[in-house]
């Protein structure tokens, strides 16, 4: 800008600024009569004033003195720290640094926790820090900060502790606010926690959200006794009280995060007891369930005056169906005076508890007793283009932190077992998949039982080769038993040994091993399924005797083949290379066994996902054959739960018939009573049906019987995603990578919600890293996405050419869509008869597959993109409107959208302006997955980003729905 | 814990220098005060913890008491102290912040943490650098305004003080400072906001 016209720009705003409010506009128009643009930038300046009161207010340091007072280089990685080996550092805070470090002794992981060097000679900083550690180990609690040891290696001063894998409390509110079942799930954990340190005679005193962990496995831990002490006067005096150690005389440079849960006496410098905790649990309470902290200002001295006169707004005005009973706990928590509020935690911990009940039994939740596990449960599920193929294995160590909050149960139901992926000690190692099954058909046969809790597969199978404890599994799966086994198989002898755990002891209830010829291998299955059933003493019917003492086949070679193919759909990746391998064996099982229903059931059922998932070419021939199996299989075995599963899935999937589906699955809920399965197919169809809410419900059913099941929880995300609650989806997709780190995949999703989001730093940021094989498109394609978005598509150009110089076969109708992209990404670098020739060549790949695959919309709607690309207006809009038509939006809510932003794309292209404008309004007026890579749904920052609707930019229908307030502030 | 008399004096004399228009002499500041400021940082930030102030303008008083040499009271010394630490500090937090943001990328999220700092900073190091940025263009378009944001939000001055060393009125540094707040947040806020 011209200096000239900034001092207009800077004059006209000042004299605006000492006007009122109301009277700015007209003074603007008036003195900038004719000069549009000087409105404009004076205008937008003054709404930015408007909003920015408190931006910048408080000096830099004030608000993160953590980049000032850490250590610039972090030189102490891989060092030994006493018997700990530094790993990495993971937080810097008042005192000191924290850091991962392994227990070269214990073989564990622990945090460790170090006084810097500067500091040590400091005698207040060492006493606090000391302090700190006697406090907390002094307290022994599930639900505090176990620590392991306080020591010092030359004048380095440390505290070990129990490395927590989670996230803060705040940052989970930072994400939205907190459902009230898992609100009330935190509290009544920070509660108890409480409740152990009053009894010791500890008052926390620093309660807030920042303190608070929440650990993947649903434990919450309360952090940070360090400016608790043990109340030495109480025990002297009687009287109940400790002092404040620093009466909070200098509140200006208090930091506000701290002052918000503040309870009144503390904030006046009063005396403090026990609850004060009370309060401050109140508070935070308050903000998880409303989003917002109940006592505000913008400085800490306005948050203190408001603590201590104002009463917080009711939650009932910021959420519908708020329990009173929530309501009357919080004012009683949150009282003034402190002699009217509960006077022990423990009373506030039993209302707490009482309303959870409460809560629970009001649920329309189906309570499903265990979880566990049908045969078809344990296929991935991914939505093509999202997760093409779930690269890498499952075997992470990290578990899920389930935002739904499967609470442990404190004492593990005795009945409750979970069976560890068998080892394999055949000579052959090609014999895995023997192991595998055998372990799976234990497990499948205890699952049917419903006195038992059985936990998932898809949740235990990343304990193979784990060296972890039995009572460290077992606390994590929330189980008091564990089966493990291992599986020997030579020729035609199989041996296998079994040994059942009671975890609280590490005992072994019961141990055995059996060496039988391989077609007596049922025998074995059904032996050790009912001797397990015996031993935890669980009841059982008839028909479920009848059930785990099945004998699937009389054909052993069949057994083997549906082995061969049920250990492909225990693969993590719904990969098309693992679909089409559990294809071929499962044919092969039904072909020397035709009477195998439990084969034909399979079978239809990987048929069904692979039809729906595209992950098998979608054929006519195709559907029919899942249809077909799932009937021969129910015509074999009326009452066999994964036939009739099936039958439900070749309903959802290939025959879009949700009624029907819904049916099926109710139906197979007899007789798979704890399958994690059955709820989750619901909460499938309920969400392409459009009912949010219940296939929200049955997600959460499904995760809490199976909360480590990645598919499911990606599956969950996308649900968010397509209703546009990114945040939530972001978290979603956090907990995939937990179980799974680095997961390509669920990281380049990641990244599609940041474009959508319009954040293309944070996007470039997380594709950076990522490599994805030429087979994975959808990762490749939100990459040369991000290239577009960014228009600077060089480098992916020359990335997708090598790519497309070999392609795959397997990959059928993709690489045409791949040159597809090619050519845009050509298009954006302005080399247009490359373009060209890209997208005839794609046509010509794309084309050939439309005969077999005449309801494929994805692939019709890439060759509207094509014919567009190749400035053939008619056929593009042609194939649009056909794509509409093979997925009319009434059909599939989840889907059906995209070929109304395919539609949306062409006309914006072909000078369809009005066609693509109502089109568009109609699009971002519902939940939708989006048509393209990351299948996000379009956002307004994605219409101002994407070049395709470059042609719409002028019109001012389009600028109001591109337009998106951002707010931002330090 | 004293400074040496050297140091001392080695920090007076740049500061003269760079008051007397040297800007080579701030670059050869930056090693002598950096860490003093991290260290006094460190005791104020645990203090903190236990409920006292944390004070950006606390921290630069002592730490001219400390580094600089006042038996040879400089005129206006501890003024163009105060200005030059605000600029010191800005950039270490900036580098800190970019070291942060680097570590972020390369080595993954900062997931895991045992205290909320790791996991605050990550936004906080996002927005610092994005200020930074915003700054750095509102100085080529209005260097003032530029200063005054500097002195006040790295510098912790309060408007008073701000006026003082700019020899400016109290009320022309309160008028740049408003303008100053509103075209930074716009400029944060990553696009110009219509009116209303």
Same mark, same amino acid.
């Given at each position: 800008?011209?200096a000239?016209?900034?001092?207009q720009?800077?004059?006209l705003?000042?004299?605006?600024?000492?006007?009122?409010?109301?009277?700015?506009?007209?003074f603007?128009?008036?003195?900038?009569?004719?000069?549009?643009?000087?409105?404009?930038?004076v205008?937008?300046l003054?709404?930015?004033?408007?909003?920015?009161?408190?931006?910048?207010?408080?000096?830099?340091?004030?608000?993160a003195?953590?980049l %000032?007072?850490?250590?610039?280089t972090?030189?102490?990685?891989?060092?030994?720290?006493?018997?700990?080996?530094?790993e990495?550092?993971?937080?810097v805070?008042g005192?000191?640094?924290?850091?991962?470090?392994?227990?070269e002794?214990l073989g564990?992981?622990?945090a460790?926790?170090?006084?810097?060097?500067?500091?040590?000679?400091?005698?207040?900083?060492?006493?606090r820090?000391?302090?700190?550690?006697r406090?907390?180990s002094?307290l022994?609690? +599930?639900?505090?900060?176990?620590?392991?040891?306080?020591?010092?290696?030359g004048?380095?001063?440390?505290?070990?502790?129990?490395?927590?894998e989670g996230?803060?409390?705040r940052?989970s509110?930072?994400?939205?606010?907190?459902?009230?079942?898992?609100?009330?799930?935190?509290?009544?954990?920070v509660a108890?926690?409480l409740?152990?340190?009053?009894?010791?005679?500890?008052?926390h005193?620093?309660?807030k959200?920042?303190?608070?962990m929440?650990?993947?496995?649903?434990?919450?831990?309360v952090?940070?006794? @360090?400016?608790?002490?043990?109340?030495?006067?109480?025990?002297?005096?009687?009287?109940?009280t400790?002092?404040?150690?620093a009466?909070?005389?200098t509140?200006?440079?208090?930091?506000l995060?701290?002052?918000?849960y503040?309870?009144?006496?503390?904030?006046?410098?009063?005396k403090?007891?026990?609850?004060?905790?009370?309060w401050?649990?109140?508070?935070?309470?308050?903000?998880?369930?409303?989003g917002?902290?109940?006592?505000?200002?913008d400085?800490?001295?306005?948050?203190?005056?408001?603590?201590l006169?104002?009463?917080?707004?009711?939650?009932?005005?910021?959420?519908?169906?708020?329990?009173?009973?929530?309501?009357?706990?919080?004012q009683?928590?949150? $009282?003034?005076?402190?002699?009217?509020?509960?006077?022990?935690?423990?009373?506030?911990?039993?209302?707490?508890?009482?309303?959870k009940?409460?809560?629970?039994?009001?649920?329309s939740?189906?309570q499903?007793?265990?979880?566990?596990?049908?045969?078809?449960s344990?296929?991935?599920?991914?939505?093509?283009? /999202?997760?093409?193929?779930?690269?890498?294995?499952?075997?992470?160590? !990290?578990?899920?932190?389930?935002?739904?909050?499967?609470?442990?149960a404190?004492?593990?139901?005795?009945?409750?077992?979970?069976?560890?992926?068998?080892?394999?000690?055949?000579e052959?190692?090609?014999?895995a998949?023997?192991?595998d099954?055998?372990?799976d058909?234990?497990?499948?046969?205890?699952?049917?039982?419903?006195?038992?809790?059985?936990?998932?597969?898809?949740?235990?199978?990343?304990?193979k080769?784990?060296?972890?404890?039995?009572?460290?599994?077992?606390?994590?799966?929330?189980v008091?038993?564990l089966?493990?086994?291992?599986?020997?198989?030579?020729?035609?002898?199989?041996?296998?040994?079994?040994?059942?755990?009671?975890?609280?002891?590490?005992?072994?209830?019961?141990?055995?091993?059996?060496?039988?010829?391989?077609t007596?291998?049922?025998?074995v299955?059904?032996?050790?399924?009912?001797t397990?059933?015996?031993?935890l003493?669980?009841?059982?019917?008839g028909?479920?005797?009848q059930?785990?003492?099945?004998?699937?086949t009389?054909?052993?070679?069949?057994?083997?083949?549906?082995?061969?193919?049920?250990?492909?759909?225990?693969?993590?990746?719904?990969?098309?290379?693992?679909?089409?391998?559990?294809?071929?064996?499962?044919?092969?099982?039904?072909?020397?066994?035709?009477?195998?229903?439990?084969?034909?059931?399979?079978?239809?059922?990987?048929?069904?996902?692979g039809?729906?998932?595209?992950?098998?070419q979608?054929?006519?021939?195709?559907?029919e054959?899942?249809?077909?199996?799932?009937?021969?299989?129910?015509?074999?075995?009326?009452?066999l739960?994964?036939?009739?599963? !099936?039958?439900?899935?070749?309903?959802?999937?290939?025959?879009?018939?949700?009624?029907?589906?819904?049916?099926?699955?109710?139906?197979?809920?007899q007789?798979? +009573?704890?399958?994690?399965?059955?709820?989750?197919?619901?909460?499938?169809?309920?969400?392409?049906?459009g009912?949010?809410? $219940?296939?929200?419900s049955?997600?959460?059913?499904?995760?809490r019987?199976?909360?480590?099941n990645?598919?499911?929880l990606?599956?969950?995300?996308?649900?968010?995603?397509i209703?546009?609650?990114?945040?939530?989806?972001?978290?979603?997709?956090?907990?995939?990578?937990?179980v799974?780190?680095?997961?390509?995949?669920?990281?380049?999703?990641?990244?599609?919600?940041a474009?959508?989001?319009?954040?293309?730093q944070?996007?470039?940021?997380?594709?950076?890293?990522?490599?994805?094989p030429?087979?994975?498109?959808?990762?490749?394609?939100?990459?040369?996405?991000?290239?577009?978005?960014?228009?600077?598509?060089?480098? /992916?150009?020359?990335?997708?050419?090598?790519?497309?110089?070999?392609?795959?076969?397997?990959?059928?109708?993709?690489? @045409?869509?791949?040159?597809?992209?090619?050519?845009?990404?050509?298009?954006?670098? @302005?080399?247009?008869?490359?373009a060209q020739?890209?997208f005839?060549?794609?046509?010509?790949?794309?084309?050939?597959?439309?005969?077999?695959?005449?309801?494929?919309?994805?692939?019709?709607?890439?060759l509207?993109? %094509?014919?567009?690309?190749?400035?053939d207006?008619?056929?593009?809009?042609?194939?649009?409107?056909?794509?509409?038509?093979?997925?009319?939006?009434e059909?599939?809510?989840?889907?059906?959208?995209?070929?109304?932003?395919?539609?949306?794309?062409?006309?914006?292209q072909v @000078?369809?302006?009005?066609?693509?404008?109502?089109?568009?309004?109609k699009?971002?007026?519902?939940?939708?997955?989006?048509?393209?890579?990351?299948?996000v749904?379009?956002?307004?920052?994605?219409?101002?980003?994407?070049?395709?609707f470059?042609?719409?930019r002028?019109?001012? $229908?389009?600028?109001?729905?591109?337009?998106?307030?951002?707010?931002r502030?330090? | 814990?004293?400074?040496?008399?050297?140091?001392?004096?080695?920090?007076?004399?740049l500061?003269?220098?760079?008051?007397? *228009?040297?800007?080579?002499?701030?670059?050869?500041?930056?090693?002598?005060?950096?860490?003093?400021?991290?260290?006094?940082?460190?005791? =104020?930030?645990?203090r903190?913890?236990?409920?006292h102030?944390?004070?950006?303008?606390?921290?630069?008083?002592?730490? =001219?008491?400390?580094?600089?040499?006042?038996?040879?009271?400089?005129w206006? *010394?501890?003024s163009?102290?105060?200005?030059a630490?605000?600029?010191?500090?800005?950039?270490?937090?900036?580098?800190?912040?970019?070291?942060?943001?680097?570590l972020?990328?390369?080595?993954?999220?900062l997931?895991?943490t045992?205290?909320e700092?790791a996991l605050?900073?990550?936004?906080?190091?996002?927005?610092?650098l994005?200020?930074?940025?915003?700054l750095?263009s509102?100085?080529?378009?209005d260097p003032?305004?530029?200063?005054?944001?500097?002195?006040? =939000?790295?510098? *912790?001055?309060?408007?008073?003080?701000?006026?003082?060393?700019?020899?400016?009125?109290?009320?022309?540094v309160?008028r740049?400072?408003?303008?100053?707040?509103?075209?930074? =947040?716009?400029?944060?806020? *990553?696009?110009k906001?219509?009116?209303?």
């Amino acid at each position: 800008m011209k200096a000239e016209r900034w001092k207009q720009v800077n004059d006209l705003f000042q004299s605006a600024v000492e006007r009122a409010p109301a009277e700015r506009a007209a003074f603007l128009d008036e003195a900038c009569r004719g000069d549009e643009s000087l409105r404009r930038e004076v205008g937008s300046l003054l709404t930015s004033h408007e909003r920015s009161e408190n931006f910048i207010e408080l000096p830099a340091f004030e608000v993160a003195p953590e980049l %000032v007072t850490s250590e610039r280089t972090n030189t102490l990685v891989g060092k030994l720290i006493g018997h700990y080996r530094i790993e990495s550092l993971v937080g810097v805070g008042g005192m000191g640094e924290v850091y991962l470090a392994r227990d070269e002794r214990l073989g564990r992981k622990a945090a460790l926790k170090l006084l810097p060097d500067s500091l040590t000679t400091d005698e207040t900083q060492l006493s606090r820090f000391k302090n700190e550690a006697r406090t907390a180990s002094s307290l022994n609690h +599930p639900n505090i900060l176990t620590v392991y040891e306080i020591g010092a290696e030359g004048n380095r001063q440390f505290i070990a502790t129990e490395f927590i894998e989670g996230i803060t409390l705040r940052v989970s509110i930072g994400r939205g606010r907190i459902n009230p079942h898992t609100a009330l799930e935190i509290a009544v954990q920070v509660a108890s926690a409480l409740a152990a340190a009053h009894e010791a005679g500890v008052v926390h005193r620093d309660i807030k959200p920042e303190n608070i962990m929440l650990r993947p496995d649903g434990y919450v831990k309360v952090l940070d006794f @360090g400016i608790a002490k043990l109340s030495e006067q109480r025990l002297a005096s009687h009287d109940h009280t400790v002092e404040t150690t620093a009466p909070l005389q200098t509140r200006p440079g208090l930091v506000l995060g701290t002052a918000r849960y503040m309870s009144p006496e503390q904030a006046r410098g009063q005396k403090v007891d026990v609850r004060t905790d009370i309060w401050s649990l109140g508070v935070v309470f308050y903000e998880m369930v409303g989003g917002i902290p109940p006592f505000r200002g913008d400085t800490p001295s306005d948050c203190i005056a408001s603590i201590l006169t104002a009463e917080p707004p009711p939650l009932s005005g910021i959420l519908t169906d708020v329990p009173l009973k929530l309501e009357s706990i919080l004012q009683k928590a949150l $009282r003034k005076n402190s002699d009217e509020r509960y006077h022990t935690i423990k009373e506030m911990l039993a209302d707490l508890r009482l309303l959870k009940e409460e809560l629970e039994a009001d649920s329309s939740l189906p309570q499903t007793k265990a979880p566990a596990e049908s045969i078809v449960s344990k296929i991935k599920h991914h939505k093509r283009g /999202m997760l093409f193929t779930l690269a890498g294995a499952l075997l992470a160590a !990290a578990v899920v932190y389930s935002f739904y909050f499967v609470a442990p149960a404190p004492l593990p139901n005795e009945k409750s077992i979970a069976v560890l992926p068998f080892e394999n000690l055949s000579e052959e190692k090609s014999n895995a998949y023997f192991a595998d099954g055998i372990q799976d058909e234990i497990l499948t046969r205890l699952s049917k039982i419903a006195d038992l809790k059985v936990i998932s597969r898809t949740s235990t199978q990343r304990y193979k080769n784990t060296s972890q404890k039995v009572s460290e599994i077992a606390n994590q799966l929330g189980v008091a038993n564990l089966l493990e086994g291992s599986v020997q198989k030579t020729n035609d002898q199989v041996r296998v040994n079994v040994q059942l755990i009671r975890a609280a002891s590490d005992s072994h209830l019961w141990a055995e091993t059996f060496d039988r010829r391989v077609t007596d291998i049922f025998s074995v299955e059904s032996e050790v399924a009912k001797t397990i059933a015996d031993r935890l003493r669980a009841k059982l019917t008839g028909q479920e005797e009848q059930v785990i003492a099945a004998r699937p086949t009389d054909n052993p070679e069949a057994y083997d083949a549906y082995l061969r193919g049920l250990a492909y759909t225990l693969k993590t990746g719904n990969s098309p290379a693992n679909t089409l391998a559990a294809q071929k064996y499962l044919k092969e099982a039904v072909r020397l066994d035709s009477k195998f229903a439990l084969a034909w059931a399979l079978l239809s059922y990987v048929d069904a996902l692979g039809y729906l998932t595209l992950t098998l070419q979608p054929t006519v021939a195709l559907r029919e054959e899942t249809g077909q199996a799932a009937e021969t299989a129910l015509t074999l075995q009326p009452n066999l739960g994964e036939a009739i599963m !099936a039958r439900g899935y070749y309903y959802y999937a290939c025959l879009k018939d949700y009624d029907a589906a819904v049916r099926s699955f109710e139906q197979a809920r007899q007789f798979l +009573p704890n399958s994690s399965q059955i709820p989750e197919s619901l909460a499938y169809v309920a969400r392409r049906q459009g009912q949010w809410d $219940r296939s929200e419900s049955y997600f959460n059913e499904a995760e809490r019987l199976d909360p480590r099941n990645v598919s499911l929880l990606t599956q969950h995300a996308q649900s968010y995603m397509i209703v546009r609650r990114f945040s939530e989806a972001l978290r979603k997709f956090d907990q995939v990578l937990d179980v799974i780190p680095g997961d390509l995949d669920t990281l380049a999703q990641q990244a599609g919600i940041a474009q959508a989001q319009g954040d293309l730093q944070r996007a470039a940021a997380l594709l950076a890293p990522l490599h994805p094989p030429a087979d994975d498109t959808g990762a490749l394609e939100i990459q040369v996405y991000q290239a577009i978005l960014e228009r600077r598509p060089v480098q /992916m150009i020359s990335q997708l050419k090598e790519i497309l110089s070999k392609p795959d076969p397997a990959l059928g109708y993709n690489n @045409g869509e791949l040159r597809f992209w090619l050519g845009w990404a050509q298009e954006i670098a @302005g080399d247009h008869s490359a373009a060209q020739e890209s997208f005839r060549q794609a046509r010509g790949e794309l084309e050939p597959f439309l005969k077999e695959q005449p309801d494929n919309y994805v692939l019709i709607g890439d060759l509207a993109l %094509v014919n567009m690309g190749l400035g053939d207006k008619a056929a593009a809009l042609d194939l649009s409107e056909q794509a509409m038509r093979v997925l009319p939006l009434e059909k599939d809510v989840v889907d059906g959208p995209a070929p109304i932003e395919i539609f949306a794309r062409v006309a914006a292209q072909v @000078g369809e302006r009005d066609r693509a404008i109502a089109a568009l309004e109609k699009l971002l007026s519902i939940p939708s997955e989006g048509a393209l890579a990351s299948r996000v749904p379009l956002t307004p920052a994605l219409l101002r980003l994407d070049p395709m609707f470059d042609p719409l930019r002028n019109d001012p $229908r389009f600028q109001k729905l591109a337009a998106e307030p951002i707010s931002r502030s330090l | 814990m004293t400074t040496p008399s050297s140091t001392r004096q080695e920090v007076t004399q740049l500061l003269g220098d760079w008051s007397g *228009g040297d800007d080579r002499a701030l670059e050869k500041l930056f090693p002598l005060v950096q860490p003093e400021l991290h260290r006094l940082a460190h005791h =104020y930030m645990s203090r903190e913890r236990a409920g006292h102030t944390l004070q950006t303008t606390a921290i630069l008083n002592e730490a =001219y008491l400390r580094l600089v040499d006042n038996t040879k009271p400089v005129w206006q *010394g501890r003024s163009h102290f105060i200005a030059a630490a605000a600029q010191l500090m800005r950039r270490i937090m900036v580098d800190h912040a970019r070291e942060r943001q680097s570590l972020k990328r390369g080595g993954g999220a900062l997931k895991v943490t045992l205290d909320e700092a790791a996991l605050v900073t990550e936004t906080r190091s996002e927005e610092l650098l994005a200020l930074d940025e915003a700054l750095e263009s509102l100085s080529a378009q209005d260097p003032r305004k530029s200063q005054i944001v500097e002195l006040r =939000y790295f510098g *912790g001055l309060t408007v008073e003080e701000t006026a003082e060393f700019l020899k400016l009125s109290h009320r022309t540094v309160e008028r740049e400072w408003t303008m100053a707040k509103a075209w930074l =947040y716009r400029a944060l806020s *990553g696009k110009k906001l219509d009116e209303g």
